[in-house]
């Protein structure tokens, strides 16, 4: 096979200059992707219509040279599979209609692959796309993230409404962490063997946990969904990304047994150093406001990211996702300093 520097970085092997993608690469930072935005009823149906997913996939790649596309879809597709409803309202995020206590029952695990068949198809399609040796990143939310937007309905900062849940409600929440470990194991089965690469688990909200709490909310299940995928495509590469761990990021590491770790920005750098194993691959960790600012503070922060992980393998990405407002300008420069120096 093709050699693609970016999986065999996320496999343990340390290259030259560290390969990069970019989270969120696919979106409203880019004219084009709101242009075929504006082709689809909403943004759900952006996910579910392959033609335009595979664009919207594809165009970060012909702008700037990245050395993997990520399957556009999103966290939310799995409530949405499993029967909630959920919409994105312009300026507002997900909304979702919350799940209780008695409603866990009434989800409807069973039909979730089928109703994610066409995301699967535009991975089969992506992988046609691009060139061989750029690597294709598959996804899924993790199911602690994904509940806490299950039940609170919304996005909220610290969470409370799945954290009462689950204490309030234990037997319901373990229900619905199990119907969320099941599908995402099946889902990123379909994906890695629809042609996705590696795959990255995003547990963006990992903080504001207790340690026993992150232990059976975070790390347990994504512990399971490792090794479930494991057990049916062996040695299935696996990127953690565990935003806002800090003091449990080195737990989460070992015990999950994910591949590679990726790092949020308000990680020290010399944290990797300090408290990880020399050989684990780690991704990240530039703050995405630095690379809205531009200018030197950009070029030497990208250097010291570089530097303080050279001994290791590293994917370069920024530490949570590009956000709108980022100059595309900026984007080129970053990635042409982190190629060449
Ligand atoms: O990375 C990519 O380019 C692939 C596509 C992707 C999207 N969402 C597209 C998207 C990926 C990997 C995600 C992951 C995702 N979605 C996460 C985890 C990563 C993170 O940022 O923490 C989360 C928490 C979500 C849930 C979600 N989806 C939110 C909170 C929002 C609204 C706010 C926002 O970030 O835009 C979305 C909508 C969404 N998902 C958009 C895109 C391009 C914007 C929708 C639009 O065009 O209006």
């Not at 033609?51 to 409530?79: C, G, K, N, T, Y």
């Not at 999950?256 to 990726?262: E, P, R, S, Y």
Request: charged content about 20%; proline content about 7%; aromatic content about 6%.
């Amino acid at each position: 096979m093709t050699h693609r520097p970016l999986l065999a970085t996320v496999l343990g092997e340390r290259q030259e200059r560290p390969p990069i993608w970019i989270m969120r690469q696919a979106g409203r930072y880019l004219p084009e992707y709101r242009e075929t935005r504006t082709r689809a009823k909403n943004f759900l149906e952006l996910c579910y219509t392959s033609d335009l997913a595979v664009e919207v996939s594809l165009q970060p790649l012909r702008r700037f040279d990245l050395d993997a596309a990520i399957l556009f879809s999103d966290i939310l597709v799995i409530p949405d599979a499993l029967g909630q409803k959920v919409r994105f309202e312009q300026g507002e995020g997900p909304i979702l209609d919350p799940v209780a206590a008695e409603t866990i029952t009434a989800l409807k695990p069973e039909r979730a692959l089928d109703h994610l068949a066409p995301v699967l198809e535009t991975v089969r399609r992506l992988r046609a796309a691009i060139a061989p040796e750029k690597t294709l990143i598959g996804f899924c939310g993790s199911p602690w993230t994904v509940a806490t937007y299950m039940i609170g309905g919304r996005g909220s900062t610290d969470q409370a409404a799945a954290r009462l849940f689950a204490l309030r409600h234990p037997d319901a929440f373990a229900a619905l962490m199990d119907i969320l470990v099941a599908t995402s194991v099946d889902y990123l089965v379909a994906q890695l063997q629809a042609g996705a690469d590696v795959v990255q688990l995003f547990e963006s909200w990992a903080l504001n946990l207790d340690d026993t709490a992150f232990a059976s909310h975070v790390i347990e299940p994504n512990r399971r969904i490792v090794a479930g995928v494991r057990a049916r495509v062996p040695n299935a590469p696996i990127i953690g990304f565990p935003r806002g761990a800090a003091g449990n990021l080195a737990r989460y590491a070992e015990l999950t047994g994910v591949n590679a770790l990726g790092l949020d920005y308000a990680t020290p750098l010399d944290f990797a150093g300090k408290h990880l194993p020399a050989t684990l691959p780690v991704q990240g960790n530039l703050d995405p406001l630095r690379l809205v600012a531009g200018g030197d503070q950009l070029d030497r922060r990208v250097d010291a990211i570089i530097d303080a992980f050279s001994t290791r393998p590293h994917i370069f990405n920024l530490g949570h996702g590009i956000v709108p407002e980022t100059p595309i300008e900026h984007v080129a420069r970053l990635v042409d300093r982190v190629k060449k120096g």
